[in-house]
């Protein structure tokens, strides 16, 4: 089993930056692919961004591309999302997700989840 933890959500003002860490703990040998989803209320989850641990290879959203940028710290099974200009429209609950497959990442299914940190961004 894997168990991810969350830190780094806060208060931010629009245009202020803050980084999110989530460290892996448990059977974190099968985690091939670390992500991030957010959660707005009254929202569907989005999928924001994913890596896998080798870090060859990631993906973001549209409405992140060129503000976040994910990255990995494997000998601290920790992966990192660093919001930088960030938007009132990125306030929500971020979740930090791990799958065997990077696909399964894409396609919304992660094998595990973290409890969520929330970020809001105020004007």
């Known amino acids: 089993q894997v168990q991810l933890v969350e830190s780094g959500g806060g208060l931010v003002q629009a245009g202020g930056s803050l980084r999110l860490s989530c460290a892996a703990s448990?059977?974190?040998?099968?985690?091939?692919?670390m992500g991030w989803f957010r959660q707005a209320p009254g929202q569907e989850r989005e999928n924001v961004a994913g890596?896998?641990?080798?870090?060859?290879?990631?993906y973001y959203a549209d409405s992140v591309k060129g503000r976040f940028t994910i990255s990995t710290d494997n000998a601290k099974n920790t992966v990192y999302l660093q919001m930088n200009s960030l938007k009132i429209e990125d306030t929500a609950v971020y979740y930090c997700a791990a799958a065997t497959l990077l696909s399964s990442l894409r396609a919304g299914l992660p094998g595990a989840w973290g409890q969520g940190t929330q970020v809001t961004v105020s004007s």
């Open positions: 448990g059977r974190t040998f099968s985690l091939y692919a």
């Open positions: 890596i896998l641990r080798t870090g060859d290879e990631t």
